[in-house]
């Protein structure tokens, strides 16, 4: 059976250090894997992008890989502050339909 | 002003009511999107619609009907709500490029009763 899945529970960490986020998906074909950033009674906001030709992606302090073999995209966030405390969904593009297919997300806890 | 709104923000309804959620944007984009958000199972797209007259059904549509009436408004109706479609409802935009990001708004809490 197709599967998306995220680490289902809460991770905590302390300021100052680097958090990853795994998501890893099993009999599915992304064309490209998304990241979104979703607060308390919000909706998702669009972090990061990466296509399946592509290794690694970074912006300022996230960073996400992409492998197409293991079927897992990881999420850093380096230096990590309080206020990078909230739940973060990963979502495949399965190609030019432009639908994405969602994991039930990891919520964030950054510990000052 | 928020680029992609909903209303209403929040709603309680009762078993059997026919119920309306409403999504309005100004970004211009022609894909628009629902999706029913529940603990532990993620966002589930019940419909998404291309451009006014292409709309179709995504996972978990039953129970569910939409209405695009205009580039800027996708509607969700719920005809005979029912307690397990109480969930956190969003709307999402895209532009018509495949790998787009997509924009969403603040989302619906309805509960059934």
């Known amino acids: 059976s197709q599967k998306i899945e995220q680490n289902s529970e809460a991770l905590n960490i302390q300021e100052g250090k680097t958090a990853t986020l795994t998501c890893n998906y099993t009999n599915y074909s992304p064309a490209y894997l998304q990241w979104y950033r979703q607060d308390p009674g919000r909706g998702p906001v669009f972090l990061l992008l990466i296509r399946e030709n592509e290794k690694e992606k970074r912006k300022e302090r996230l960073k996400v890989t992409f492998d197409t073999t293991l079927k897992q995209s990881l999420f850093h966030i380096t230096a990590s502050q309080p206020a990078d405390s909230a739940t973060y969904l990963c979502?495949?593009?399965?190609?030019?339909?432009?639908?994405?297919?969602f994991g039930q997300g990891t919520t964030l806890q950054v510990k000052p | 002003d928020a680029d992609v709104t909903q209303t209403p923000r929040n709603r309680i309804t009762k078993t059997g009511k026919r119920i309306m959620l409403e999504c309005s944007q100004t970004k211009g984009h022609d894909r628009m999107y629902w999706y029913r958000q529940d603990p532990g199972l993620g966002l589930r797209l019940i419909y998404y619609s291309f451009d006014v007259k292409d709309i179709n059904k995504g996972e978990i549509s039953d129970g569910y009907s939409v209405s695009r009436q205009a580039q800027a408004k996708f509607s969700l109706s719920l005809e005979s709500a029912i307690p397990n479609q109480t969930a956190l409802y969003f709307c999402a935009t895209q532009t018509s490029g495949s790998s787009d990001t997509q924009y969403f708004g603040p989302g619906t809490r309805l509960t059934v009763l």
């Open positions: 979502a495949l593009g399965m190609g030019n339909t432009g639908k994405l297919i």
